[in-house]
């Protein structure tokens, strides 16, 4: 069963993040957020359920939506991670430490924020009932890859290079083995806990099982009746240039997507002013997803000297195909939270 549900938030020439529902599980506050672009184009019940937030980087383009999420978020009994490149965690207590707090005490929201550096990623909590004055250090981990890994999904990370430190990130669902129900209905084989440990490839070679007078080897009968269900594959990657050693990089992390969202700033002609200002182009991004072979690339964080995306998106599809523009949502929600 799928579980993670790509959605680009913001309008066509905007700031723009993807929301990740997260389907068929139970549980609140699931969502996750990659970026934090202008995001009113979400649904009330989607800030609510957001309970993640990925950032690229603390340029205003990738961060500008925090209120948003802070007002729509600030009653809820919730907290709310935020991941991306350290200082991220100063720049979260700068922007919280902008209001004035003093008739909220009872609220039990809080924010934990994962500053992440070369080697190690360093945990912190703010709570809103402290009027966010403390940033609490909770402990750290190792970086290493995947940084979440959850019984759903596990989130990695890629250092870009924009001048400044710069995050992408991949959510990956885990692969999943699944029995073949119809073939295992012509065996005529019970259900049970054998077929839990066939699943989990519990078993000897000699192992067998007997129904009904036959006996089966459970070797043959895992190679039979056991499918291997690749897990669902998202890649973002926003504000960087390339150069081999990274392009080898990006490529890796992306391989085989299901869905690359990928900045796709500039036409080639305009290669140095992408590069004057870090950026890939259109062109660019088309060879990244042509070459890590993944399966849908969404141009996103366009340009605003391009009158029409189209010319963007025609230079990508020349090289990719399989190029799209995502379709965004027309509509603004943002309202006063009741
Ligand atoms: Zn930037």
């Given at each position: 069963?799928?579980?993670?549900?790509?959605?680009?938030?913001?309008?066509?020439?905007?700031?723009?993040?993807?929301?990740?529902?997260?389907?068929?599980?139970?549980?609140?506050?699931?969502?996750?957020?990659?970026?934090?672009?202008?995001?009113?184009?979400?649904?009330?019940?989607?800030?609510?359920?957001?309970?993640?937030?990925?950032?690229?980087?603390?340029?205003?383009?990738?961060?500008?939506?925090?209120?948003?999420?802070?007002?729509?978020?600030?009653?809820?009994?919730?907290?709310?991670?935020?991941?991306?490149?350290?200082?991220?965690?100063?720049?979260?207590?700068?922007?919280?430490?902008?209001?004035?707090?003093?008739?909220?005490?009872?609220?039990?929201?809080?924010?934990?924020?994962?500053?992440?550096?070369?080697?190690?990623?360093?945990?912190?909590?703010l709570k809103c009932k402290e009027a966010f004055a403390k940033k609490h250090f909770i402990g750290s981990i190792k970086n290493t890859n995947p940084i979440i890994n959850n019984e759903f999904y596990s989130c990695s990370i890629i250092r870009l290079e924009h001048d400044i430190p710069t995050i992408g990130y991949v959510l990956r669902e885990h692969n999943r083995v699944k029995i073949d129900k119809n073939k295992l209905h012509n065996y005529g084989l019970p259900k049970g806990q054998w077929l839990k440990n066939l699943k989990k490839k519990k078993f000897e070679q000699s192992d067998t099982i007997t129904h009904n007078s036959k006996t089966f080897l459970l070797k043959n009968l895992y190679d039979d009746l056991i499918i291997n269900e690749h897990g669902y594959k998202i890649c973002y990657i926003t504000d960087t240039i390339l150069n081999n050693n990274l392009e080898k990089k990006i490529i890796k992390f992306a391989q085989g997507s299901d869905e690359l969202y990928c900045e796709a700033t500039f036409m080639h002609n305009e290669i140095d002013l992408?590069?004057?200002?870090?950026?890939?182009?259109?062109?660019?991004?088309?060879?990244?997803?042509?070459?890590?072979?993944?399966?849908?690339?969404?141009?996103?964080?366009?340009?605003?000297?391009?009158?029409?995306?189209?010319?963007?998106?025609?230079?990508?599809?020349?090289?990719?195909?399989?190029?799209?523009?995502?379709?965004?949502?027309?509509?603004?929600?943002?309202?006063?939270?009741?």
């Open positions: 069963m799928k579980y993670l549900f790509p959605k680009p938030v913001g309008f066509i020439r905007d700031d723009h993040s993807v929301y990740v529902d997260i389907k068929n599980v139970s549980g609140k506050y699931r969502s996750i957020l990659m970026d934090c672009g202008n995001n009113h184009t979400l649904t009330t019940k989607e800030f609510i359920n957001i309970g993640t937030v990925l950032i690229s980087h603390a340029h205003i383009d990738h961060i500008i939506g925090f209120d948003n999420i802070l007002r729509m978020n600030l009653r809820e009994d919730k907290k709310i991670t935020f991941t991306g490149p350290a200082p991220i965690s100063d720049i979260i207590m700068h922007k919280l430490r902008g209001y004035t707090w003093n008739l909220i005490y009872d609220s039990k929201f809080e924010v934990q924020v994962w500053d992440i550096h070369p080697r190690t990623i360093k945990k912190y909590l992408a590069k004057k200002y870090y950026h890939l182009t259109a062109k660019q991004t088309g060879e990244l997803a042509k070459k890590a072979k993944v399966k849908k690339l969404y141009l996103i964080h366009f340009s605003l000297r391009y009158a029409n995306p189209n010319q963007i998106l025609n230079e990508a599809k020349r090289i990719f195909p399989q190029t799209f523009i995502p379709r965004f949502s027309g509509t603004c929600h943002i309202t006063r939270k009741v």
